[in-house]
């Protein structure tokens, strides 16, 4: 009886840690992966593949914007486009950024 008091103990101990590490790497349950983000937020404009160009966004296919650049847009907003600075942390911000950029298809055709 004793084992499993200890065993079960642990369990829920590991269980309850592992989901703070969990939450504290989201930020507040927020997904920190850019494509989860970026379904979440921008495929309405933008599309799943960057090509949809719906209430003048652009085609991120073919945006010549850095990380950094891209980074500015998404905290600041552009045109018709929102802001996420009140939204998204720097984190979520920064992975969004990426995943725009690994749709860019002049980067991947060496361009």
Known sequence: ???????STFI????????QES????GNGSPTDGA???????????????????NGAKDLRYSLLSLEERI???????NAMTGFKSILNETQ??????????????TQNGH
């Open 23 to 26: 939450a504290s790497k989201r």
């Open 1 to 7: 009886m004793r084992i499993f008091f200890i065993n």
């Open 72 to 78: 500015l847009v998404i905290t600041e907003g552009r």
């Open 93 to 106: 911000i920064l992975e969004l950024a990426k995943y725009s950029q690994s749709l860019n298809q002049t």
């Open 36 to 54: 989860v983000l970026f379904r979440q937020y921008c495929v309405n404009c933008h599309g799943l593949d960057g090509a949809l160009k719906t």
């Open 12 to 19: 829920l101990t590991f269980l309850v840690l592992g989901c």
